[in-house]
């Protein structure tokens, strides 16, 4: 018996015979990234603690990739037993040679960047107008900031959030959604996991992963352009409420920092 039970953005994700999922593109735009998880991901979950999906291809026509399900519940980030396997498998993660991440197909660091810069040049022009005057000179800072590459880019998952990391009581059992991986800043691992989370986490996060100050640094930046993707969610899908908590959110938070 097959069961939608995802209804993300760029893929349609089904459950197959209650352990396999299957995962089909919505978008013809999203294969390419479907074909670098099914290169990339099984040479990544041979070498991290933490599961993480193997795919591999099973139908051409549509395109479709099947992994063994991933049992758990979205991170709450409040536990430091959760901080702390976090923080060893990003320690492992960013471990990893990135010329042979690239090797094996996933994206260089160059690609990386300019990808995620083209969406900071929309921001610019369509989300930093709409923010008020008081966190104007502090936005285009960050934007200034995160104009410019990191000088050691690593693997990174890219998109750590709750849900992408997955919890059986004290047990993290995996993380999902790689969607977004590839050589690029580490720091962006650090968004959610060291400043969106609740201190016991993230306190046991930085004990495990010992970051440096200059990552530290960055990893507050990428958690200040978090509520940035909203606003741009938002306007894509014609969601009014999405941009306005993703510009509440953008002030609130460079507010906090800046105020």
Known sequence: MDDDFDNG????????????????????????????????LPWLAAQVTLAVPSPRIVSEDPLTLRHVLIVGAACPGTSASHGAAVGAFLAELHALDPDDAVRR??????????????????????VLPRLP????????ALLERMARPCDDPRMIHGDLGPEHVLVVGDEVTGVIDWGDSGVGDPAVDLAWTLYGSAPAFAEALRAAYRPDDAVLTRGRDWHLMGPWHEVLFGLDTDQPDFVASGLEGTTARLRAVFA
């Open 9 to 40: 953005w760029d893929c349609r994700a089904t459950l197959v015979e209650g352990r396999w999922v299957e995962r089909t593109p919505r978008r013809a735009e999203v294969q390419p990234q479907l074909r670098r998880e099914a290169t990339v």
């Open 105 to 126: 197909g996933a994206r260089d660091a160059a690609t990386s960047f300019d990808e995620a810069q083209a969406i900071r040049d929309r921001m610019q022009h369509v």
């Open 133 to 140: 005057a008081d966190v104007h000179a502090p936005a285009v």
